[in-house]
């Protein structure tokens, strides 16, 4: 027994069950050299002993010395994709006139402040990565991307753990999202929730998310990783908010991103037994790294604990201290009949 979870062992099985599960990333040409990085440690850390197979998208054709070049990391099936008509670019519902406005307002503001391509990718990221015709009848992904670190073996199959316990959403790192970008998403959030009262379950995990007012205390989960039950994108619901949000144009006036919009729904849509955190995941992306702290998980990483954003993260703390809340108890809070 190398792990536990409760009484589960967590260990490599011998004879891997493989499940309906893909490693997804969306990556450009130029994101070759980090690509074959992260693709190596996953390799390394998890799917060697695995096998599950990667899904690479991207908005123009992969180039031959790209895929050759990740297909030389791994030993298991890569698909190559690019991104379909109306999932890359501006949302049909907004003012390309208003968008460069934004832009130019918003330049120094903010990292990405001018970006129309980060918006894109947010864009896709919430609302279309699912519907891929690569990922189409996938029931769980996990997102990886270049140039992080995996810092932790994975001796066992996390899609397995997800049917296992039931679980919707999985994160390693929970920071607060920047102010500035998300100026209007939680007004926006609330008029969705007083037009789909119906849409929601009797109790949710919202507390995470809102502060003493009763306002979106910018807790997010860090979806650069993120594993998920894709049922949870493809819901009713979800759909209906991801649209809601698409027509009132943040993704470009502002700069939601697909963490708070990823965030928010899982909150409001799931209870805090269907969400997962990778305690046992070390991983770095750029900004921010967690490694475990507890010693029969930091046995089999490779990081300082003492480095670890988690450690000290409030939005962390939330995740470990609060609990579910009915949905009577959160339209009351939000003051919604």
Known sequence: MIKQMGEKPWRV?????LLNAAIVALVRN????????????????????YGYKYVLLNDVPFTDEFKQGV??????????GLLQNGTWGLSPYISEDKVH???RENQHRYIYGDNLKYRFMCRFQSGFIHKHPLLKDIDYYWRIE??????????????????????KYGYTIAPPEKPETVETLWETTKEWI??????????????????????????????????????????EAYQSYFDFL??????????????????????????KSQIHWFEDVGYHHVGYQHCPQPRDLHLYCNCNPRDSFTATSPCQQRYNELDDITKKELLARLGIE
């Open 13 to 17: 099985d011998r004879k891997p069950r």
């Open 194 to 235: 007083r037009r789909n009262k119906h849409l929601l379950p009797k109790k949710s995990f919202a507390s995470f998310i809102l502060d003493n007012n009763n306002n979106y205390n910018m807790c997010h989960f860090w979806s650069n990783f993120e594993i998920v039950d894709l049922s949870l994108y493809r819901s």
């Open 101 to 103: 406005q934004k832009l």
């Open 246 to 271: 698409d027509r009132a144009g943040g993704f470009f006036y502002e700069r939601w991103g697909d963490a708070p919009v990823h965030s928010i729904a899982a909150a409001l849509l799931l209870t």
């Open 30 to 49: 130029e994101n070759l050299r980090g690509m074959r990085s992260t693709l190596r440690q996953v390799e390394d850390r998890f799917n060697r002993n």
């Open 71 to 80: 297909q030389a990391m791994v030993n298991t099936k890569v698909e190559f």
């Open 146 to 167: 270049p140039d992080v670190e995996y810092y932790c073996d994975m001796p066992y199959d996390p899609f397995r753990l997800f049917k296992d316990h039931k679980f």
